[in-house]
């Protein structure tokens, strides 16, 4: 089986990172906004919009600036990565990591991101940096699965590849996993959940019965 992950947002902690960043650029800030005098609610209001558009900017300026900050992060599933790599070796699968990361001071994305994956468990990782959609990547690499936390790239491997999706939503986002399964999109609540599916898919190729079992259960179309 060919299988891409997504990074940020499946395997790699991204939204703390930002977050501790956020904290320490706007940290007494974002204590005042989060209890505001009644009359300064409404002026507030208006110019939220366009302070969370700037302050996103500084973070980001932030990141860009942080000397390899792709390694840094933490991973967000304990032992996901080590053992997406045992499942490789045991089941023969070709494994690719793609990402839309911007390119920070220090390595380059793709190095960055091949160290944060060897020192997590993945030994020889495959990193696959882009910079257009998923779709025509999924359908480059003929994939039969991508893993991603994020809905529209899931639509995008579903329209322009034959590959099956796996979208990793939280236990209680109803409503994220009701439209998912509406396309055929498949939902795990983590990584490990995930890979318990892709043994599973992988237990059934070969075995078309099983397949359409296991092809129901999921949701994929
Ligand atoms: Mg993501």
Same mark, same amino acid.
């Given at each position: =089986?060919?299988?891409?992950?997504? =990074?940020?947002?499946?395997?790699?902690?991204?939204?703390?990172?930002?977050?501790?960043?956020?904290?320490?650029?706007?940290? %007494?800030?974002?204590?005042?906004?989060?209890?505001? %005098?009644?009359?300064?609610?409404?002026?507030? $209001?208006?110019?939220?919009?366009?302070?969370?558009?700037?302050?996103?900017? $500084?973070?980001?300026?932030?990141? &860009?600036?942080?000397?390899?900050?792709?390694?840094?992060?933490?991973?967000?599933? #304990?032992?996901?990565?080590?053992?997406?790599?045992?499942?490789?070796? &045991?089941?023969?699968?070709?494994?690719?990591?793609?990402?839309?990361? *911007?390119?920070?001071?220090?390595?380059?994305? $793709?190095?960055?991101?091949?160290?944060?994956?060897? &020192?997590?468990?993945?030994?020889? *990782?495959?990193?696959? *940096?882009?910079?257009?959609?998923?779709?025509?990547?999924?359908?480059?690499?003929?994939?039969?699965?991508? @893993?991603?936390?994020?809905?529209?790239?899931?639509?995008?491997?579903?329209?322009?590849?034959?590959?099956?999706?796996?979208?990793? @939503?939280?236990?209680?986002?109803?409503? %994220? $996993?009701?439209?998912?399964?509406?396309?055929?999109?498949?939902? %795990?609540?983590? @990584?490990?959940?995930?890979? #318990?599916?892709?043994?599973? /898919?992988? /237990?059934?190729?070969?075995?078309?019965?099983?397949?359409?079992?296991?092809?129901?259960?999921?949701?994929?179309?």
């Amino acid at each position: =089986m060919r299988i891409a992950f997504d =990074m940020d947002g499946t395997l790699a902690d991204l939204s703390s990172a930002y977050a501790e960043i956020e904290e320490r650029l706007f940290g %007494a800030a974002d204590e005042e906004a989060k209890h505001p %005098a009644p009359e300064a609610r409404e002026a507030e $209001q208006h110019s939220r919009r366009r302070t969370s558009a700037r302050s996103r900017d $500084q973070v980001w300026r932030a990141i &860009e600036s942080t000397p390899d900050f792709w390694t840094t992060l933490k991973p967000l599933e #304990d032992g996901a990565v080590k053992r997406l790599y045992e499942l490789t070796s &045991e089941h023969l699968w070709e494994v690719f990591f793609i990402t839309q990361r *911007p390119s920070t001071a220090g390595g380059t994305v $793709q190095r960055q991101t091949h160290t944060w994956l060897v &020192e997590h468990g993945f030994a020889t *990782p495959s990193v696959i *940096p882009l910079s257009g959609g998923r779709g025509k990547a999924a359908s480059a690499l003929f994939l039969d699965y991508l @893993v991603d936390d994020t809905p529209q790239n899931c639509v995008d491997a579903l329209s322009e590849s034959s590959a099956r999706t796996i979208l990793l @939503v939280d236990r209680d986002d109803h409503t %994220a $996993q009701a439209s998912a399964l509406r396309i055929g999109i498949g939902v %795990a609540h983590s @990584v490990h959940e995930a890979l #318990d599916l892709l043994v599973e /898919a992988n /237990a059934a190729r070969g075995n078309p019965s099983l397949f359409e079992k296991l092809r129901r259960l999921v949701g994929w179309k």
